[in-house]
């Protein structure tokens, strides 16, 4: 009974705290300077990354090295489209998806062969290939030099700026993902994945399709990181090889963990990690700063193993229990009647 | 002819440094199941040490020595002071934190040192032998690695420190019944696996050229040629390297100019792969119901 | 007689729960003590308890010395040689590497002589460079035991000796386990399911139930008892 008064209560918190949040998120963009709004919307496209990162590796368990590569993937999709065939900068997200999607797909076949290291290995050989692939098809993807973008117009109704209509339209795009995911994976296919990852034995003897699982997780991660990839096309304005190394895919890795791997919020805290951090290392330290990136990497991992979001969704039924103790008796009673 | 052999011979020289670099993670891997995303630039890091030593003016061999035993203590201390926390925690976090390692090496190397690149001396005069076919600097990186190798072997074969390590590897309850002290051994294995990337690092940078950049490619390789060779197997690790350094040098001369050399070599490794999901030598990861 | 091996309201825990309730336990030196019980009683955990495999309250004296503050090593450093369920063989080693590997420890005492082993067990001298994957049920509980003998221990712990093996094999196991203890002074303790066969050889048996201690005494008397014989060891 107690327990179905902290499950609601929980619940009852968390709603608040999105619509709290959501709330920020709007307002935001009017009280910071336009370069504060490009990080904020910054932010929240490595968020939809790693959240796409989320699914594959933290609730079905298959790592990836590569998804920087992905990531590219779906930013070239973008710039050519609008570089080339004058495709407006918002019909090319869908494109982006759903050519990243089939990428994943075609990637998660052949990677069914593989576990752990031996999976990193294949991932890898994506996030180290995708550079020299982008730089060796120079006539579609502008070589070494990349492709630079004009950057979109708002619409003259809206009244806003650029930075902030962008940063609107990015927002928008990370609340549909977040809800899309938290429909996948609170849902049966969600369930699958997370057995999967578990007991793989397990899920396939009580007849999961252990194959088809497993490649529509793969693919709806790619997906997710290739709209990202796309979205960071039009909000930066250019694209190029070096702007998507290994380094980005191991990025989006250690945003992960920070957030918690096996979470949604956690993509959040994720981006907010990959785009700040390293900024405030410059300030610690202009010496050294990727030396201070580091250390960060570090002392998260030892005080919360299990990343910010995932150490909070374990504290929060003692959090809740503890709250409950200064409930005073009537409310008390009112829940186990109403249980 | 005469050029295919001289591509076979110096492939099999940089696979020389593949497979000690490969090693030192198979070797981690065995004890921790952990693959050290740092063990290029901690390798990086034994080499500037080694460089150092010998500006001040020590003797090549003397500073080798020397660089030997400081990896070797560093490795040991990395072990228990960084890695130690996260031993118990999800393999994820582990990783991140060798990846911690990596920037923070880095970083540092790039501090101390500069960016500059740096001349590192050969302590194998630049000749050619047999009619070309290979340089002494081949030949005497390919005899450290198996007098490396050869010392390695004979430590884990027949000393008791080294079985107590192989124990502490496979089966660590066992072990501790048997009084060995697991962490320990632990601790051990990274001081050699610390060790020999120093050698690799000290073996590549004449040709490299040091710089803190200078690994991360070998690393690369290394892992590939671990992973080839299956992450479990240490005779795995030596063949998988070696084949890598040749595979390499043939795509690089026969096949595809520099820009999709890595991209195809890795292609390569991974059909291989696709046959033998756990490398040529590895042993599947056994799942118990 | 002489007490090697005490326990005093042993409690042990799983993370938070708590699966031993309070086990008082000795084993006299040189005796042999029995655990028996069904499946799930704790008799495992027991001996887990004694290596410091699990989170214990409670006092574990073994020859006068408290084993509360130490690690698993330190307790096989002391002279007390586990073969856990399962035997704990290393099976990607030789059978002569896991032997040398049991005399890991055997510092200030003599060390166990391999030859002495391969006397008590000639099948294993023969198969001595073999894996000791490669071995049978019955061999490699042989080794395992061969492989605690070479620490020249104090106190022989067994974890169900005779899981899985045949009947004759399980009987030749025990003839060598009673024959060590007697000509080594060793002492043992013994988890089994085999009542019957382990009740002939033991001076004390205790019975325990999902973590408690319902009936101790000497072996023979727990072996007559017809109605502790009827419920608990199945004849």
Redesign the interface.
Same mark, same amino acid.
């Given at each position: 009974m107690s327990g179905g008064q902290s499950k609601s209560s929980t619940a009852s918190w968390q709603w608040l705290g999105g619509v709290v949040l959501i709330v920020l998120a709007m307002a935001l963009p009017f009280a910071l300077s336009s370069y504060h709004v490009f990080e904020l919307t910054q932010v929240m496209i490595y968020a939809i990354a790693v959240l796409g990162l989320n699914i594959l590796t933290g609730y079905n368990g298959q790592i990836s090295l590569g998804h920087g590569g992905f990531f590219a993937a779906g930013a070239y999709t973008a710039a050519i489209l609008m570089h080339r065939y004058g495709v407006p900068y918002w019909a090319t997200l869908a494109p982006a998806a759903l050519i990243c999607f089939a990428l994943g797909v075609l990637f998660g076949l052949p990677a069914l062969r593989f576990e752990g290291p031996y999976l990193a290995l294949v991932t890898l050989a994506m996030a180290v290939a995708m550079p020299q692939l982008l730089k060796y098809f120079g006539t579609w993807t502008g070589g070494n030099q990349g492709i630079v973008l004009t950057k979109p117009v708002p619409p003259a109704a809206i009244g806003l700026d650029r930075d902030r209509w962008l940063y609107f339209l990015v927002l928008i795009v990370l609340l549909l993902a977040m809800r899309v995911a938290a429909n996948l994976l609170n849902g049966r296919t969600g369930r699958a994945f997370v057995a999967i990852r578990d007991h793989p034995i397990a899920a396939a003897a009580m007849g999961i399709n252990t194959a088809r699982y497993k490649t529509l997780a793969f693919g709806t991660s790619t997906l997710f990181t290739g709209v990202a990839g796309a979205l960071a096309a039009i909000v930066i304005g250019f694209v190029a090889p070096e702007s998507f190394t290994l380094f980005l895919s191991l990025s989006f890795l250690v945003g992960s963990a920070v957030g918690g791997i096996a979470t949604i919020g956690g993509a959040i805290v994720g981006g907010f990690f990959i785009v700040f951090v390293p900024n405030l290392a410059n300030e610690i330290s202009d010496a050294a700063p990727w030396a201070i990136y580091g250390l960060a990497m570090l002392l998260f991992m030892y005080v919360m193993p299990r990343g910010v979001i995932g150490t909070a969704e374990a504290l929060g039924p003692s959090l809740t229990r503890a709250a409950q103790r200064f409930r005073t008796a009537p409310s008390a009673n009112k829940s186990e009647w109403k249980t | 002819m005469h050029q295919l052999l001289q591509q076979i011979f110096s492939g099999l020289a940089a696979g020389a440094i593949y497979a000690s670099l490969a090693l030192a993670l198979v070797m981690i891997?065995r004890a921790t199941d952990l693959?050290n995303f740092a063990q290029g630039e901690m390798a990086m890091f034994s080499t500037y040490i080694a460089w150092t030593l010998v500006n001040a003016g020590f003797p090549f061999w003397g500073a080798f020595v020397i660089t030997l035993f400081a990896s070797f203590v560093g490795g040991m201390a990395i072990e228990r002071i960084?890695i130690r926390?996260?031993e118990n925690?999800?393999i994820?976090?582990?990783?991140?934190?060798t990846?911690?390692?990596?920037?923070?090496f880095?970083?540092?190397a790039?501090?101390i040192y500069s960016y500059t690149l740096q001349e590192f001396p050969s302590p194998f005069p630049d000749r050619i032998l047999f009619g070309a076919l290979m340089t002494t600097r081949d030949v005497g990186v390919i005899v450290v690695t198996l007098v490396m190798l050869a010392a390695l072997f004979f430590f884990f074969r027949f000393t008791?420190t080294g *079985?107590?390590m192989?124990?502490a590897a496979?089966?660590p309850?066992?072990?501790? *019944?048997?009084?060995?002290?697991?962490g320990r051994m632990l601790a051990l294995g990274w001081g050699f696996a610390a060790a020999i990337g120093a050698v690799a690092g000290i073996m590549v940078a004449p040709v490299l050229f040091l710089d803190p950049h200078m690994m991360s490619g070998v690393l690369?390789y290394a892992?590939?040629g671990a992973?080839l060779g299956g992450?479990t197997s240490p005779v795995g690790a030596v063949i998988g390297g070696l084949l890598v350094g040749v595979t390499e040098n043939l795509v690089g001369t026969y096949l595809i100019a520099s820009? *999709?050399k890595?991209?195809v070599a890795?292609?390569l490794i991974?059909l291989v792969?696709?046959f033998r999901?756990?490398?040529l030598f590895g042993t599947a990861?056994v799942?118990r119901? | 007689m002489a007490t090697i091996l005490e326990l005093s309201a042993v409690k042990a825990f799983y993370g938070q729960s708590e699966v031993l309730h309070g086990i008082d336990l000795t084993v006299e030196e040189g005796g042999m003590t029995v655990l028996l019980g069904a499946n799930g009683a704790g008799k495992t955990t027991t001996l887990r308890a004694i290596c410091a495999m699990v989170r214990t309250e409670g006092q574990i004296v073994f020859a006068g010395r408290p084993l509360q503050r130490c690690t698993t090593e330190q307790v096989a450093g002391l002279g007390i040689a586990h073969v856990p369920e399962g035997r704990g063989t290393f099976i990607g080693l030789t059978v002569e590497e896991n032997l040398r590997l049991g005399a890991y420890t055997a510092t200030g005492r003599p060390q166990g002589n391999m030859e002495v082993m391969y006397g008590f067990f000639p099948i294993l001298a023969q198969r001595r460079r073999q894996q000791a994957g490669a071995l049978s049920g019955g061999e490699q509980q042989m080794l395992a035991i061969a492989r605690a003998l070479m620490m020249s221990p104090r106190l022989l712990v067994l974890d169900e000796p005779s899981f899985g093996l045949a009947p004759r094999v399980v009987e030749s196991i025990f003839t060598i386990v009673e024959r060590i203890r007697r000509e080594q002074k060793v002492s043992v303790l013994l988890v089994e399911q085999n009542a019957s066969l382990a009740l002939e050889l033991a001076d004390r048996a205790y019975l325990l139930e999902t973590g408690y201690v319902v009936t101790s005494g000497s072996a023979r008397a727990l072996a007559d008892d017809p109605q502790i014989r009827r419920s608990y060891l199945g004849y």
């Open positions: - | 891997y693959v960084v926390p996260v925690a999800p994820l976090t582990a990783v991140v934190v990846i911690g390692l990596l920037l923070i880095n970083a540092l790039g501090w008791p *079985l107590a192989r124990a496979q089966n309850e066992s072990a501790q *019944l048997c009084g060995i002290h697991v690369l892992f590939t992973l992450i820009q *999709l890595l991209t890795l292609l991974i792969l696709v999901p756990n490398g990861i799942r119901v | -």
